[in-house]
């Protein structure tokens, strides 16, 4: 009995994993068969024992003697690089703005098989609990911190420069990092994910920009458990936080105020400011109205009846570029 529980339990987390990681289910197969982007590489470095993946972009102006921002990419649970390279358009932006974007993979039950959302799929350990890189304690912090040593040892970076942001269970590790790596890295954009630690204790500030949809029943404004857009039932999992309780937990860590300083509103947009606390770090929250589970103004992959629809009132790449290239660290970071 308990281990058709079990494995009733795990299903429906795969189900879930096919909306949170926001891909069709006939792209996600075929995906490895793809051919590499032109301008990308995969590569590989070892991290914790384990051998992990990684798609780089170095925009073509890169000049060894003038250091560029870096910008990681963390993709949605059962995802891939190539994914979320196509969904969000970092590559492009990275050309135009003149930085080095990453795409890192996240592990999947099967090392010895490719990613398959269905049978083998792609997840972080974001401090849920949740999947099977919490199960085997996959230490996806020390993935990134390698690889953001592996990348300044290979190319010119600026060490105060260094930005994360994801989607869903992406954002969720990205959170995570922001918390558990915030000697290296000046500022987080979690989009559509829940920061699921009790508590966060950063090492120095780092700025936090949140976006999120008031119709993404996959990550609730105010708080409970996903849900599909159509049909409207719990699917499991676990129970998510209210966004503004996620967003109070950052802004009094980081010593910014109690309230919004400053609210902004644009057609179907609306920005509320923290104001700026300690190293000079801000906290901003962005909720994009009739947004489903989608990266904002990205090439959708899932199906609106399932994840509700995207929006490009916001064009969630540019917004979050905008803040990193404003928000850099305070300081060198202490190694």
């Known amino acids: 009995m308990k281990k058709k529980l079990h494995s009733s339990r795990f299903y429906v987390l795969i189900l879930l994993g096919l909306i ?21 590489q995969e590569l590989t470095l070892k991290a914790d024992s384990l051998e992990r993946s990684y798609l780089l972009h170095v925009p073509p102006t890169y000049e060894k003697t003038k250091p560029l921002p870096l910008v990681i990419m963390l993709h949605g649970m059962g995802g891939t690089a190539l994914h979320s390279q196509r969904e969000t358009g970092w590559s492009s932006k990275a050309d135009a703005e003149g930085f080095i974007v990453v795409y890192p993979d996240a592990t999947r039950p099967d090392r010895a098989q490719p990613p398959s959302l269905r049978k083998n799929p792609q997840a972080w350990n974001d401090g849920s609990g949740r999947f099977h890189a919490a199960e085997r304690n996959i230490d996806d912090v020390a993935f990134i911190s390698a690889l953001i040593d592996s990348l300044e040892s290979s190319y010119s970076i600026d060490s105060r420069r260094i930005y994360v942001t994801g989607f869903s269970n992406g954002a969720s590790m990205t959170f995570r990092l922001g918390a558990e790596l915030a000697d290296r890295v000046a500022a987080i954009a979690p989009h559509s994910g829940t920061c699921w630690s009790d508590s966060v204790s950063p090492a120095r500030g780092v700025s936090v920009c949140y976006l999120t949809g008031t119709s993404d029943t996959l990550n609730p404004i105010e708080g409970g458990f996903p849900k599909l857009a159509m049909g409207g039932k719990d699917q499991g999992g676990r129970s998510k936080p209210p966004v503004t309780i996620m967003i109070a937990k950052w802004a009094k860590v980081l010593e910014c105020a109690d309230e919004p300083t400053m609210e902004e509103k644009a057609p179907g947009v609306r920005t509320s400011r923290y104001g700026r606390g300690r190293n ?12 489903g589970h989608h990266w904002a103004g990205g090439k959708s992959q899932a199906p609106e009846f399932l994840v509700g629809k995207n929006s490009n009132k916001l064009i969630a790449t540019d917004v979050i570029w905008d803040f990193f290239s404003s928000h850099p660290a305070s300081s060198q970071p202490e190694r």
Do not use: F, M, N, Y
């Not at 996600?28 to 990308?40: D, F, L, N, T």
């Not at 000079?280 to 947004?291: F, K, N, Q, W």
């Open 20 to 40: 949170i990681g926001g891909v069709a289910w006939a792209k996600v197969q075929s995906e490895r068969a793809r051919a590499i982007p032109p301008g990308h």
């Open 280 to 291: 000079d770090a801000e906290v901003v929250c962005i909720t994009i109205d009739g947004l």
